[in-house]
């Protein structure tokens, strides 16, 4: 570790450092110009320069410094981190895009305003995965968040929103104060804020009896938990993704949990602190979480009749079984689980933007959110209803599409870890069965049921440009599934040596 | 970087033209066209937008067709065809489209060539040129990339490169890119022209994924992609729908039905055949397959062996699932010659040849007597049909059949796959030159009808006398490439002692050479001409002005006809024992050799010519031997079961309607009943829980958090309590 920051480690931090000045940049060239064309193929194009960024980082990862880390052990880039830098890229290219229609004719604020306030967050969720150290894992998790809340109150006329914000930031400040709590007792059982350290001295504690360590892992599962949605921290969800505009809610879906899992992760896995569960049964508390999150997401999501609520639930159910592939880490301290969650995530992020997508081209053309306003979509909006179709039998599982694949490794690997988890496995099974029912529902009623009116519903640009992306992506996923576990290998197993040796 | 290296690329480029055509040139055509709003659907995007008038339009009864048939049966005057009225377009073709089709043709080229780079590399035995010693006896297994791994089954997708794929790769881009060139004049002016070369490019791509498939899981995603295309393509002129009355040729919403539906009866069984191998040795892979099946239970192994064979009997319209391809002509004739030669019906035989080594050597003899029995059957059985069909395109689809049927034949009853893929190789030649052909004078007269035509040989030269070639080649006359690849296949049954093959087939050819003269006298010749065969204008039945076609669609018929002439004429040279040691990785096998003019030759040979001599005496000289068959008593019960096709669309109309649709309501009652029962009953169960734990969701802040402080509570004591009762 240098001692100084020099060139390299600037270089290290640029994708971060990019979004940051190109939200800034942004929000500056809304002042100057009214029109919003410029502002969004700005941000839109200004996204390639933090891809590049980090392309050039996968490339050159030799050239990094020797332990990939920067910033006094602050930057970690692995290929986990960049793993996730590229995923929330993706997510933001893809929120950005489709939100340009939707902004204008929904909310009052102008899209320099909307564009840059996704873009800080999206620099927060990215530093979420590539930090080695608690201090700026709470950071970068209140970068993320802030904007979050002031995405969800957007809607200023509408008072649903507004509930939508307030209610988000008290439950995200309860959760950070649980969060804080759990690294205070960490670092005070451990001496440091350090993970690489913690991961060193974890073992040491707890074999001296020191219990402060399982209260620490259960208030910083409990703080990430809030993040990904995971019962019985999930409640805020289904009030907040129905208030807040859509194209929030899809960044709430996706990045937010995204981001949750990357942090969880690290800290879990870099921290050491899946590695401490050997003799306590830690990983009991993540399968019981995982079984009620998936049952409840699922079985709740049937009785849904706003469609917001619904893919509140549904992304709830699909927290449960991500929380699946973390309970076979739990027990294994393996990669093939984290491999599972990251293949997971991938999928689900790419098949959610796009299922989101139709609903906000629905919302765009005729400003309706239920169900049943589904009706017909197949002729009244062929391409679209297509896609939507599609994404939503990725998110059920039904084979071959992408979201089969990912489902299908995840519960493989729990399968894998003998007797304790075949119980988990198995009401996996059942629920990806009853999530059929809803996601399928809404495919009958796009192409069986009647529509209201037979009229032609007229998609703007940027929705049909995001669906036709969305479709190209899982596409792309499910017939190379394979490149994709290939080339996440390193990532998943990258956070493990320094947990393994004690 | 070997040519076999880079043989993805052969696939590659067909499907790259039809990307480029598809968000390209199509798109820009659609851009620049005004819409004609009274035009049903020819603006459609490529496929799905397309199926919204065939949808409403489709109903399951196919027989529409052959009752007007019916009708139209014992009258001379049968209403025009609605299938000619498509040839006589003879529009301009506006630049786009016309870029289209500029495309596709030079990808098709592009992927000849490499096919042809990739057989002189097989051929370079020595390495001389490539460095790639003896690639002719190891073929070439190419990775492509792992799908995925579970356990230890690999799921990958591979391609491998043999001699038999080499002379599939030459066949498909060979006839793919003639029929793309002849299109250019057939196709010319119709509104779905670019839409033509999009979906004539997928069959192509589709084609050569199956035969470059190294695995089941590659072959039989070529294999269900050849079905979606020809599909589609069979339906093209989907919205020619209802038929004109009296029509009699097949119209496309049906027919495509028919021709997917029926393959799928077929394709049920390969994938239970293709399943039973899985389970039974864990691999798709062919080569290994070839050495694992030894493990195998022998009946197990030829029950599935016979399952994959129903798989290549539906694609390869096999009886009893041949009902399919004559309907399958309602599409532009274009693709009937893609079907017909070189893409779907090789298909299965193919697969069979493929799989020979499994076949010959390890399964049960059953295996290859059901494949041997089936073919000359339904050789003798399509040849019986097509005497009497008066649809000069439903005779070449009977004609197909019934080569097919030698092919599978020649499989069964020889010891290498040589001498059924032999006559594939050759017929896929004069096949696709019979069907351009009938395209040809299809474009000229706008009629299919062969009660129409008559006496075009003198309006259509270069038609008639290159249809004239592969007719001869089709009768196994020497020195025509037919002879070649026919005669083996009667000789080698006689040679193995299978007599009920060898009269099979012999009696068939006698057939074939009877009907194929039929047909060329009476498109283009008739009685007062030399021999009945070269007719003039006093022949002509017909009420349009025949002309030539243009040079575009006359090119690939030179081509063809010189490709079936110089064929049989290198025979004479060995060219098919040549081609026998090319199949065999380059170990000589015994090809029986036909010109060895011993009397088993002039048998073969003589029944042809026998056939020839009574089709021109019949209809070239007037013996009213046809009309005094079709009128007596006695044989008239027999002509009208030939003609309406022994009855078979009639007796699967009556299967699917009693049977299968029986069937199908009781399972609806069980289904109403019982599966609703239970299945409404958990639903019921699983909203209550709902419902139940919804109430938890109040919407109000304090809850919400309670929960968030409670829950962690609850973990943290379950943590506690777990670790120190048990763990501590």
């Known amino acids: 570790m240098t001692s100084h920051i020099d060139g390299i480690q600037i270089w290290m931090l640029a994708p971060e450092l990019s979004v940051v000045l190109l939200g800034f940049l942004v929000l500056g060239l809304d002042l100057i110009t009214h029109n919003r064309r410029v502002v969004a193929a700005t941000a839109l194009i200004g996204l390639l320069i933090p891809l590049g960024f980090t392309l050039s980082l996968v490339v050159k990862q030799d050239a990094l410094t020797p332990d990939h880390t920067a910033f006094f052990h602050m930057l970690v880039v692995d290929g986990y981190a960049l793993f996730f830098q590229f995923l929330f890229l993706v997510i933001g290219f893809g929120v950005l895009l489709v939100s340009y229609g939707y902004v204008e004719k929904f909310l009052r604020v102008t899209i320099g305003e909307y564009y840059s306030i996704i873009l800080l967050s999206l620099a927060g969720m990215m530093l979420m995965a590539s930090t080695g150290e608690l201090i700026s894992v709470y950071i970068s998790l209140e970068l993320t968040s802030i904007p979050l809340y002031i995405l969800a109150g957007l809607s200023r006329s509408d008072t649903r929103s507004a509930e939508a914000a307030v209610k988000y930031v008290l439950l995200g400040a309860m959760s950070s104060a649980i969060l804080l709590y759990g690294m205070a007792l960490l670092y005070g059982a451990t001496g440091t804020t350090d993970l690489t350290e913690i991961a060193r001295n974890t073992q040491a504690a707890l074999s001296s009896g020191n219990l402060v360590l399982l209260a620490a892992d259960v208030f910083i599962f409990t703080g990430f938990g809030f993040k990904i949605s995971a019962v019985p921290f999930h409640m805020w969800a289904p009030d907040i993704y129905e208030g807040a505009p859509t194209p929030s809610t899809l960044f709430f879906s996706v990045g937010s949990k995204a981001a949750g899992f990357a942090a969880l992760l690290r800290v879990f896995i870099f921290g050491g602190l899946a590695a401490i569960s050997g003799g306590t049964y830690l990983w009991v508390m993540v399968a019981i979480v995982a079984a009620v999150t998936m049952t409840l997401g699922n079985v709740v999501a049937l009785l849904q009749t706003n469609i917001k609520r619904m893919m509140a639930y549904s992304s709830i159910g699909q927290a449960g079984y991500l929380l699946v592939g973390f309970a076979a880490i739990m027990i294994s301290n393996s990669p093939a689980g984290n491999l599972g969650i990251l293949a997971f995530l991938a999928v689900y992020v790419v098949t959610n933007i796009g299922a989101f997508t139709g609903i906000i081209g629905l919302a765009d053309a005729t400003g309706k959110e239920n169900i049943r306003d589904f009706d017909g979509l197949g002729r009244r909006a062929p391409f679209i209803a297509a896609g939507m179709g599609l994404c939503l039998l990725s998110l059920a599982g039904i084979p071959p599409m992408a979201g089969f694949w990912g489902k299908l490794f995840i519960l493989l690997t729990a399968w894998n870890q003998g007797s304790a988890l075949t119980w988990l496995v198995v009401l996996g099974l059942i629920n990806s069965a009853i999530s059929i029912v809803y996601y399928a529902n809404v495919v009958w009623r796009m192409f069986v049921a009647e529509p209201e009116k037979r009229d032609r519903l007229a998609m703007s640009g940027s929705v049909t440009l995001t669906m036709a992306v969305a479709v190209v992506g899982i596409l792309a996923l499910t017939i190379a599934f394979g490149f994709l576990l290939t080339g996440l290998g390193g990532g998943a197993g990258g956070l493990f040596p320094t947990a393994t040796t004690p | ?728």
């Open chain 2, 1 to 728: 970087m070997t040519p076999v290296d880079l043989v993805w690329l052969v696939p590659a480029l067909p499907l790259a033209a039809m990307l480029i055509i598809f968000f390209g040139t199509r798109m820009v055509e659609i851009a620049v066209q005004p819409r004609p709003a009274a035009v049903p659907a020819p603006t459609d995007h490529g496929g799905h937008g397309g199926h919204g008038p065939a949808d409403a339009a489709t109903t399951p009864d196919t027989e529409a067709g052959h009752d007007a048939t019916d009708q139209t049966a014992h009258t001379t005057h049968g209403a025009a065809a609605a299938g000619g009225g498509h040839g006589e377009h003879g529009g301009h073709t506006p630049f786009w489209p016309m870029l289209s089709s500029i495309i596709g043709v030079s990808a098709l080229l592009l992927s000849f060539a490499l096919s042809l780079l990739i057989l002189w590399q097989f051929l370079d035995v020595n390495g001389d040129v490539f460095h790639t010693k003896n690639l002719i006896a190891t073929g070439k297994d190419i990775h492509l990339y792992n799908w995925f791994t579970i356990g230890s089954l690999n799921y990958s997708i591979d391609f491998r490169v043999d001699t038999l794929t080499v002379v599939m790769l030459l066949v498909v881009t060979g006839v793919s890119t003639l029929v793309h060139l002849y299109s250019i004049g057939y196709m010319a002016g119709d509104p779905g022209y670019s839409r033509f070369y999009i979906e004539l490019a997928l069959f192509t791509v589709a084609m050569l994924i199956l035969v470059l498939g190294a695995n089941f899981l590659v072959l039989f995603i070529g294999w269900e992609l050849v079905g979606l295309s020809s599909y589609l393509l069979v339906g093209f002129w989907f919205y020619h729908n209802p038929p004109p009355p009296g029509s009699e040729v097949p119209y496309p919403p049906p027919a495509q039905l028919k021709a997917f539906v029926t393959t799928r009866l077929g394709d049920f069984g390969f994938l239970i055949g293709i399943l039973i191998l899985f389970t039974a040795t864990g691999t798709f892979n062919f080569i290994e397959l070839n050495t694992k099946t030894q493990a195998m239970d022998k009946g197990l192994l030829t029950l599935a062996m016979i399952l994959v064979f129903c798989g290549a009997v539906g694609k390869s319209a096999q009886f009893p699932l041949h009902v399919w391809l004559p309907d399958a002509m309602a599409g532009p004739t274009p693709v009937s010659a893609l079907i017909h030669a070189a893409t779907m019906v090789a298909a299965g035989v193919y697969l069979v040849a493929r799989l020979f080594p499994i076949y010959e050597g390890v399964a049960g003899p059953q295996a290859l007597a059901v494949v041997g029995y089936t073919g000359a059957f339904t050789a003798l059985f399509a040849a019986t049909i097509a005497l009497t069909q008066n649809d000069i395109k439903g005779v070449l689809a009977y004609s197909t059949i019934s080569q097919l049927g030698y092919m599978f034949a020649g499989l069964a009853v020889a010891d290498t796959n040589t001498v059924g893929m032999y006559h594939l190789f050759t017929h896929a030649f004069f096949k696709a030159l019979l069907f351009l052909g009938s395209g040809s004078v299809i474009h000229a007269i706008g009629a299919q009808d062969m009660r129409k035509m008559g006496g075009l040989a003198r309006f259509m030269p270069w038609t008639a006398g290159t249809i004239l070639v592969a007719t001869l080649a089709i009768s196994g006359i020497p020195p025509f490439s037919g002879f070649w690849s026919k005669d083996p296949i009667i000789t080698t049954a006689l040679e193995k002692g299978n007599y009920i093959i060898y009269g099979l087939t012999l009696f068939t050819a006698f057939l074939t050479a009877f009907y194929m003269f039929r047909l060329f006298i009476l498109t283009f010749g008739g009685q007062g001409s030399f021999l009945g065969l070269w007719g003039g204008h006093d022949q002509y039945r017909g009420d349009a002005h025949p002309r030539e076609s243009p040079r575009v669609m006359t090119f690939p018929l030179v081509v063809l006809a010189l490709a079936t002439i110089l064929i049989g004429l290198a025979g004479f040279a060995g060219f098919n024992q040549g081609f026998a040691w090319f199949l065999n990785h380059g170990v000589n096998v015994d090809f029986p050799v036909a010109p060895a003019l011993d009397a088993n030759t002039f048998i073969g040979v003589g029944a042809g010519v026998l056939g020839i001599l009574l089709a021109i005496a019949v209809y070239g000289y007037g013996l009213r031997l046809n009309v005094a068959l079709a009128s007596s008593a006695v044989t008239r019960p027999i002509y009208r079961l030939l003609y309406r096709r022994y009855f078979l669309d009639e007796l699967y109309l009556w299967l699917i309607r009693v049977v299968v649709l029986g069937l199908s309501n009781l399972c609806a009652l069980f289904d109403a009943y019982v599966i609703d029962g239970i299945v409404n009953g958990s639903a019921r169960a699983v909203r209550g829980l709902g419902n139940i734990t919804r109430r938890s969701e109040t919407g109000i802040l304090q809850n919400y958090g309670a929960a968030i402080f409670g829950g962690a509570m609850i973990i943290l004591i379950l943590v506690f309590v777990a670790t120190g009762a048990i763990g501590r």
